[in-house]
């Protein structure tokens, strides 16, 4: 299916910012906004799928929004991470709710927006199959068929680019092959796309070097390669359709120095080199750790370990390696991306 460039957007709308595609262009770093789910918890919000609190909860989604616009984020990401039918099956929803949820949650951003009265630009959600899918797992009996796994990508970002995104954000990709699955259906939309993936730790038994990789394996150098390849785009390079190329999230539970904003720098190098080493130029890169490593507290809450001040205090070199999206996954608040914002005006 093609869109046309306005994406269901008014004239009016059209002249109030600079396309997402040409903001991108100039040399100035976009702040993206923080964690989701974590804020719908500290309002004590507990729900099966936080995509139901599009509909369940909308003003705290509203208010989730606008306190990142205020704290200062230029993009901001729909609740819609686990909005596709098959996470809605899972948590015993319907899968046919999966489109009213996506469109409130697009709405919802539109509103937090026009209620701030500030300029930002909306990123499409795009999370991860709700396990292994047929590509990684080697058959359907434990993984997610690939046709399943392309039709839910295909409802949600459809769906997301009709209510009138500025862009697609794949976020918190284990699966390289997914992520392309996704990207092939995400190119037919000409839409800029953002394609990251989480990573942990690993260390090459025979070389001693750290490489990052996903639970499936896939390393920066992967997921390069595999966009390439053409496997899952009927032998087109996907390389071309994707603007920005990324690390967020983060899962580490034992090595500090993996976690947060030293494992987004890490990543960040790491996809460098990777794109160095195959001749590839004009790719803007993003970066959006967690706050540090999770842990519970004496009421067996999770908490953060990184600070709005810490997390902030690295920002600089961030940039310095190449990250020119930035922002916050889980346990980040308003008050980190206000930190960070404050960081990059001091730059």
Not at 147 to 170: M, S
């Amino acid at each position: 299916m093609e869109y046309c460039k306005d994406n269901g957007r008014s004239s009016s709308d059209l002249i109030v910012k600079n396309s997402f595609e040409e903001r991108l262009n100039a040399d100035e770093p976009i702040l993206y906004d923080g964690g989701f789910g974590s804020q719908l918890f500290t309002r004590n919000i507990e729900l099966a799928n936080s995509a139901l609190a599009n509909e369940l909860h909308p003003t705290a989604v509203i208010d989730i929004h606008s306190d990142y616009i205020n704290a200062g984020a230029e993009a901001i990401g729909t609740n819609t991470f686990v909005a596709s039918p098959l996470h809605l099956q899972m948590a015993g929803q319907s899968p046919s709710d999966a489109q009213r949820l996506i469109r409130l949650a697009v709405q919802h951003a539109k509103d937090a927006i026009e209620r701030s009265g500030r300029d930002a630009y909306i990123a499409g959600s795009v999370g991860p199959s709700p396990g292994a899918i047929e590509a990684d797992s080697g058959d359907t009996t434990f993984g997610i068929p690939n046709v399943d796994a392309r039709e839910a990508h295909k409802l949600v970002i459809h769906t997301l680019v009709e209510e009138g995104v500025d862009f697609l954000c794949l976020e918190t990709m284990f699966s390289a092959k997914e992520a392309a699955i996704a990207v092939d259906i995400a190119r037919q939309t000409h839409l800029p796309i953002a394609v990251n993936l989480t990573y942990k730790w690993t260390k090459e038994r025979r070389t001693d070097n750290i490489v990052y990789r996903t639970d499936w394996g896939n390393s920066p150098a992967d997921l390069l390669d595999i966009l390439m390849s053409g496997e899952f785009s009927g032998g087109d390079s996907l390389l071309d359709a994707v603007s920005i190329i990324g690390v967020n999230c983060g899962a580490e539970s034992r090595r500090d120095e993996h976690t947060g904003m030293p494992y987004a720098i890490t990543g960040t190098q790491q996809l460098q080199t990777a794109l160095t080493d195959r001749g590839i130029q004009g790719k803007r890169m993003m970066a959006y750790p967690n706050a540090g490593m999770p842990k519970l507290d004496e009421n067996h809450q999770t908490i953060y370990t990184q600070t709005p001040e810490q997390m902030a205090s690295y920002i600089p070199e961030l940039l310095k390696t190449g990250a020119y999206l930035v922002g916050g996954c889980c346990g980040t608040t308003p008050r980190h991306i206000k930190a960070f914002r404050e960081a990059i005006w001091k730059l």
